[in-house]
């Protein structure tokens, strides 16, 4: 039998929204966690316990990223989201960036839009050895509409290949699509009740899918048993998710009190989105955008209603869920600390709440609210061991040699646990 595994005289951030615990101990027992107790009550020199001394370290819950685009590579717009690497490099890529989730502590992700079915294919691969990697979550493929109801274009369908993107312009094909993407593996549904500035066929204020639609995508992913998600960026856009029973709200950039107030109501997940349209905006001319097109953006806006709305999503207990629209060139894969940064610097969310977005809530949205998330007796194993306190300085996050190591289940999958020099008499 494999000895216990005692993480010995660390900080312990629980994931719950509260400062960190100094002088714990964490005992592990396979891929669970057994206790959580005082450092001078740990059993130090139990010949069936693995001790090691992690004195100055601190041990937080793994993160989940909550809206992950797997297999975007870098891209700068629609496009090039679909079209600019093969299917096989993109899988290729896809999964060099799954193993390297767990180098950045996310021992989970949740997918929000897949291209070709990727996400289904990782997790399968992940599940069965053959790919290291963290727990997967797949999405669907975005379901997508050529345009507004006032604008479907059948010709734009046509040049879309079905296996990258499905575009639907009747509820029916949309209980279709919804019905054939669980089939293939997705645990969660990827629909647009909005648009988006940079999209090609509707704008952020502007509705992609019609308020029916939306009930027919929502009652089909859950008749199958799985959830659904909305790209929701404008108000009536966020009004019709709303009503549809969306399970995940993403952006929720023009949301307004009253809509708040239902989301909280009926406890839907919110991935909001700050960091990565403030990083097109001061970023985006050194990538190729030019000063017209960012001033023809509306995200200006965006930004300031988000960090209006940031606040009163904490105060009225609404699930927030960290996670960015990582893959585009400004917001590359592997930056994904960056974005809790920003919600401390810009938004003013104590880093401890900005924690809970990406541990507590991130399993919760990925369906292991019970097991994960929390540094807890009885959790599963999924620990991050850094090198200062995250509560204290969520920098740490993004800092080389900040995250020391990641365990998954009780076994370590990146980085490594390294003991506490020893202190002699001469160091004294």
């Given at each position: 039998?494999?000895?216990k595994?005692?993480?010995?005289?660390?900080g312990?951030?629980?994931?719950l929204?509260?400062?960190?615990l100094p002088a714990?101990?964490?005992?592990?027992?396979g891929?669970?966690?057994?206790?959580?107790l005082?450092a001078?009550?740990?059993p130090?020199?139990n010949?069936?316990?693995?001790?090691v001394d992690?004195?100055?370290?601190?041990?937080?819950?793994?993160?989940?990223?909550?809206h992950t685009h797997?297999?975007?590579?870098?891209?700068?717009?629609?496009?090039?989201?679909?079209?600019?690497?093969?299917v096989?490099?993109?899988?290729?890529?896809?999964?060099?960036n799954?193993t390297?989730?767990l180098?950045?502590?996310y021992?989970?992700?949740?997918?929000a839009g897949s291209?070709?079915?990727?996400?289904?294919?990782?997790?399968?691969?992940?599940d069965?050895?053959?790919?290291?990697?963290?727990?997967?979550?797949?999405?669907?493929?975005?379901l997508m509409?050529?345009?507004?109801p006032?604008r479907?274009?059948?010709?734009?369908?046509?040049?879309i290949?079905?296996?990258?993107?499905?575009?639907a312009?009747?509820?029916?094909?949309?209980?279709?699509?919804?019905?054939g993407?669980?089939?293939?593996?997705?645990e969660?549904?990827?629909?647009?009740?909005?648009?988006?500035?940079?999209?090609?066929n509707g704008?952020?204020?502007e509705?992609?899918?019609?308020?029916?639609e939306?009930?027919v995508a929502?009652?089909t992913?859950?008749?199958h048993?799985?959830?659904i998600?909305?790209?929701?960026?404008?108000l009536?856009?966020i009004?019709?998710?709303?009503?549809a029973?969306?399970?995940v709200i993403d952006?929720?950039?023009?949301?307004?009190?009253?809509?708040?107030?239902?989301i909280?109501?009926r406890?839907?997940?919110?991935?909001?989105?700050?960091?990565?349209p403030?990083?097109?905006l001061?970023?985006g001319?050194?990538?190729?955008k030019?000063?017209d097109?960012?001033?023809?953006?509306e995200?200006?806006a965006?930004?300031?209603?988000?960090?209006?709305i940031?606040?009163?999503?904490?105060?009225?207990?609404i699930?927030v869920?960290?996670?960015?629209?990582f893959g585009?060139?400004?917001?590359?894969h592997g930056?994904?600390?960056?974005?809790l940064d920003?919600?401390?610097?810009?938004?003013?969310?104590?880093?401890?709440?900005?924690?809970r977005w990406?541990?507590?809530?991130?399993?919760?949205?990925?369906?292991?609210g019970?097991e994960?998330?929390?540094v807890?007796?009885g959790?599963?194993?999924d620990?991050v061991v850094?090198?200062?306190?995250p509560?204290a300085?969520?920098?740490?996050?993004?800092r080389p040699g900040g995250?020391?190591?990641?365990?998954?289940?009780g076994?370590?999958?990146?980085?490594?646990l390294?003991?506490?020099?020893?202190t002699?008499?001469a160091d004294?």
């Open positions: 039998m494999a000895p595994l005692l993480l010995h005289n660390v312990v951030q629980e994931g929204g509260r400062a960190t714990r101990s964490v005992l592990l027992d891929d669970r966690i057994e206790a959580v005082p001078g009550e740990a130090v020199g010949p069936g316990i693995e001790t992690l004195t100055g370290r601190t041990v937080m819950p793994g993160m989940t990223l909550g797997i297999a975007y590579l870098d891209v700068h717009d629609a496009r090039e989201m679909l079209f600019k690497y093969s096989p490099e993109l899988t290729l890529r896809a999964a060099a799954t390297a989730l180098g950045c502590g021992t989970a992700f949740v997918g291209v070709s079915g990727i996400d289904m294919a990782l997790r399968r691969a992940v069965s050895g053959r790919l290291l990697g963290p727990r997967i979550t797949p999405c669907s493929r975005d509409v050529s345009g507004p006032e479907r274009n059948g010709e734009v369908k046509k040049r290949p079905t296996d990258l993107m499905r575009l312009d009747t509820p029916e094909e949309m209980a279709e699509y919804v019905a993407e669980i089939a293939e593996g997705a969660i549904v990827k629909v647009f009740s909005s648009g988006d500035d940079t999209f090609p704008r952020s204020h509705l992609l899918f019609t308020a029916e939306l009930v929502a009652r992913a859950h008749e048993g799985a959830r998600r909305a790209h929701s960026r404008g009536q856009g009004r019709n998710a709303i009503a029973g969306v399970d952006h929720a950039s023009y949301a307004d009190d009253a809509a708040l107030e239902a909280a109501e406890g839907i997940f919110v991935v909001p989105s700050l960091h990565q403030h990083r097109l001061t970023t001319e050194q990538h190729g030019t000063t097109y960012l001033e023809s953006l995200f200006t965006e930004v300031e209603n988000t960090l209006r940031l606040p009163l999503m904490v105060e009225m207990g699930p869920v960290a996670g960015d629209d585009f060139a400004w917001t590359p930056s994904y600390a960056e974005e920003t919600y401390v610097t810009m938004a003013g969310i104590p880093a401890r709440e900005v924690l990406a541990t507590a809530n991130g399993a919760a949205l990925a369906g292991r019970k994960a998330g929390t807890e007796p959790r599963l194993a620990l850094t090198a200062e306190d509560a300085s969520i920098t740490v996050l993004s995250i020391e190591a990641t365990l998954l289940g076994r370590v999958v990146a980085g490594a390294s003991p506490a020099p020893t002699t008499g004294r």
